[in-house]
Each structure stands twice: as structure tokens, then as C-alpha cells.
């Protein structure tokens, strides 16, 4: 039989961030998806206990699975916790700058978004400095459809690969805005990609307007650069009269990101 390999905690180690680190390690390592049964191989944990740490990663958005395998890879989230040398890390720092000076133009809130499996996350976001406010936490995952740049990285997306994403979407809807019709979304992608930019008109939360260009263009997308603030501020006509703005910021990501190091750097 062969011996588990077991690694000696000290004695103020607490048990359950040793495992769920153990874990993550293990999917950072993994080279692809990983089975459940794989996991617990790898980290010498029981079956039940993986699982259970795996339901409280996927709701963080650190861990994601794949719905047709039912196996399990790190998610992008996982990319927020460290600067380092990370491909999402490095864009963070260097779109950073670039973010606080829309921030301090627009006097609004500048978000920098990615594409993860079905949903879009936050990797760096610079709040107004009005009073009335929206706040957007680094790492909080939104839904594609019913938010400016989660419509941007759909319609980015290659035809084939957009048409498989949108079936596997939940149109859910969070306000009376919301686009559920797929007929009606699919149009509001093809128009979001002719123009260049994407609105969300009160579509995720009521009151709440946004404006969303892509960052290396529609054919080249690596994140989505927004601005969004509360409806009064943010009519649709300001929403327009922002993109050449957003343009030109996306522009300057988007030339940070060509000056990145490859890994093999």
C-alpha cells in the first residue's frame, strides 16, 4: 500500500486553512481540470473533506468546474491575491494608474473587468470620489448578461465560442431591464461589437448606469474597462460622450499588456 504524504503542521497551524491551501496548491499545480478523486490523491485528504472545501472555493469564485466533466481547475479570482508575476497581477498594477486618472476626470467609479468561465470579475477598481457613490469590491463576479463589461467580453468572443457560452448562461433577471430574451441579447451583442462599447441602462441594479469598452479591441479582448455610477449622473447621453475617453484608456492597457513579459521572460 503506498504511505500518503504528510505534511507536519506546526502546532498553531489551524487544520482547515491548511487543507483548503493544500488544496488550492494542488489545483494551481494541476496542469488542466482535476477530478475530486485526483484532489484528495494529490493532498492525502478524504473525498468528503475535498468536497466540502471545494463547495465553499466555488462559491468564492477561486475554484471553478467544469458543468460537462464535473472536474475542477483554479479560477481567476485566485489571480487577486497576489501581484507577483501573475498575467492579471501585472495587468492590475499597470492599468491601475490609467483607472485613477478616469476616476479622478469622470469623478465616477472605473472598473477593470475579465472573463471567467460564465462570469465576469473584478480585478481592480478605483471608486468615485462623490458621495453618492458605487463601491465594487476586487474579486466580486458578475453576470455576463446584464452588465456593461460582461456584454463587452461576450461580444469579443469569436462567433463559435460566444453562441457556446451564451447557451450555458442563466438569464436571470435582476431588474426589469434585464435582457433575458436570447434573441434580444444575441442582438445586443452584435450591436455591442459593431460599436465598439456596451451599456448596461439599469440592467443589474436599478439606478445604476454603465458604460463598457473593450481593452485590446473586439477581436483582441483581454479585460473590459468601465465606468459606472448612479443613473442621475450617468444619463445615456454622458455614457457616450464617455467612450472616446475609455477608447483611448483601453488603448493604453491594452499597450501595457503588449510590454508584459512572457512567462518564458
Do not use: W
Not at 81 to 91: D, H
Not at 181 to 190: K, V
Amino acid at each position: 500500500m503506498k504511505e500518503a504524504t504528510v505534511v507536519k503542521r506546526t502546532r498553531r497551524s489551524v487544520q482547515s486553512v491548511d487543507r483548503a491551501l493544500d488544496l488550492l496548491e494542488a489545483l494551481a499545480a494541476a496542469d488542466g481540470e482535476v477530478s475530486i478523486t485526483a484532489l484528495a490523491a494529490r493532498t492525502g485528504l478524504h473525498v468528503s473533506t475535498v468536497h466540502r472545501l471545494l463547495a465553499t472555493l466555488l462559491r468564492r469564485g477561486y475554484v471553478r468546474q467544469n458543468p460537462e466533466t464535473s472536474r475542477y481547475y483554479a479560477g481567476a479570482k485566485l489571480a487577486t491575491l497576489a501581484e507577483g508575476r501573475s498575467r492579471f497581477g501585472e495587468l492590475r498594477l499597470r492599468a491601475r494608474p490609467i483607472l485613477r486618472a478616469i476616476a479622478e476626470q469622470t469623478r465616477e467609479s472605473t472598473n477593470l473587468v475579465v472573463l471567467d468561465d460564465v462570469m465576469a470579475v473584478y480585478i481592480e477598481s478605483i471608486p468615485s470620489s462623490q458621495v453618492v457613490r458605487l463601491f465594487t469590491q476586487v474579486g466580486n463576479r458578475v453576470p455576463l448578461h446584464a452588465t456593461g463589461a460582461g456584454k463587452v467580453l461576450l461580444a469579443a468572443l469569436p462567433q463559435a465560442r460566444r453562441d457556446t457560452l451564451l447557451d450555458r448562461l442563466e438569464l436571470r433577471p435582476y431588474t426589469a431591464h434585464t435582457l433575458v430574451d436570447p434573441a434580444a441579447l444575441r442582438r445586443a451583442l452584435d450591436e455591442a461589437r459593431e460599436r465598439g462599447f456596451a451599456i448596461d441602462d439599469e440592467e443589474y441594479d436599478e439606478g445604476v448606469r454603465c458604460v463598457a469598452v473593450p481593452v485590446g479591441g473586439m477581436d483582441h479582448a483581454v479585460a473590459a474597462l468601465s465606468v459606472s455610477a448612479p443613473a442621475m449622473r450617468l444619463t445615456r447621453q454622458r455614457c457616450l460622450e464617455l467612450v472616446p475617453l475609455l477608447r483611448r484608456s483601453a488603448a493604453e492597457i491594452a499597450a501595457a499588456v503588449r510590454e508584459m513579459p512572457t512567462n518564458g521572460a
